[in-house]
């Protein structure tokens, strides 16, 4: 199983920064494309970055561009998504998920999406 363990979550400022992590948990993420997703309160799940095997070319949704950094180190087998000039439209679970083709990661549908971290952006 593609399973992670996100952590780093917290209650943020609007406008304020804040890191969310997560560690694989029992597989090695060196061969799959990473992406964080998160779900706003009554909301589906929303594709918000994703890098690839290669750490190139990460890929954000357009709401995020200029504020959010995706990271991996696969010797520490953790993905990190750094967050800056947060919004309150940011607020929402955040959950890594592990599979291939960053391309077209927002279709991605995954079968187990974890206990997520909960990022909340108060206004």
């Known amino acids: 199983q593609l399973q992670f363990v996100d952590s780093g979550g917290g209650l943020v400022q609007s406008g304020g920064s804040l890191t969310v992590s997560c560690a694989a948990s029992?597989?090695?993420?060196?061969?799959?494309?990473i992406a964080w997703f998160r779900q706003a309160p009554g909301k589906e799940h929303e594709g918000v970055s994703c890098?690839?095997?290669?750490?190139?070319?990460?890929v954000y949704t357009d709401s995020v561009k200029g504020r959010f950094t995706i990271a991996r180190d696969n010797a520490k087998n953790m993905a990190f998504l750094q967050m800056s000039s947060l919004k309150p439209e940011d607020t929402g679970i955040y959950y890594c998920?592990?599979?291939?083709?960053?391309?077209?990661?927002?279709?991605?549908?995954?079968?187990?999406w974890g206990q997520g971290t909960q990022v909340t952006v108060s206004s």
């Open positions: 998920v592990a599979n291939f083709a960053c391309s077209v990661f927002e279709h991605w549908n995954p079968a187990y």
């Open positions: 029992g597989f090695s993420m060196d061969n799959y494309d």
């Open positions: 890098i690839s095997q290669s750490d190139s070319s990460p």
